[in-house]
Nanobody
Framework: DVQLQACGGGLVQAGGSLRLSCAAS????????IGWFRQAPGKEREGVSCITSSDGSTYYADSVKGRFTISSDNAKNTVFLQMNNLKLEDTAVYYC????????????????????WGQGTLVTVSS
């Protein structure tokens, strides 16, 4: 089975930065998407940012556009999420997930679109 290992969370002051990493292993397909999702207490899990392996297409939630950047190292099956200018409302458990994406299907960004999930990493933004 696909395995995903997320890390990089921590405590940071508002305005600060963190970089999350998601290392994927045991992939059995070539074309895939990896996404970052987050879930704050009492809220539903939401898509933050996603990237496809085939052409590097990206998705960003409106709330993080201009502040977060997703990138990938396909050779190492690792995806990064650079988070800058963090806000209190970014506090959540962040998860990375992966799914197979047939060519031409666009980029999935909803949690239900993803089949494989890693454990979460907690990001806490303090004032």
């Amino acid at each position: 089975d696909v395995q995903l290992q997320a890390c990089g969370g921590g405590l940071v002051q508002a305005g600060g930065s963190l970089r999350l990493s998601c290392a994927a292993s045991r992939f059995t397909f070539d074309d895939y998407a990896i996404g970052w999702f987050r879930q704050a207490p009492g809220k539903e899990r939401e898509g933050v940012s996603c990237i496809t392996s085939s052409d590097g297409s990206t998705y960003y939630a409106d709330s993080v556009k201009g502040r977060f950047t997703i990138s990938s190292d396909n050779a190492k099956n690792t995806v990064f999420l650079q988070m800058n200018n963090l806000k209190l409302e970014d506090t959540a458990v962040y998860y990375c997930a992966a799914t197979f994406v047939p060519t031409g299907w666009g980029i999935p960004y909803r949690p239900d679109d993803y089949d494989y999930w890693g454990q979460g990493t907690l990001v806490t933004v303090s004032s």
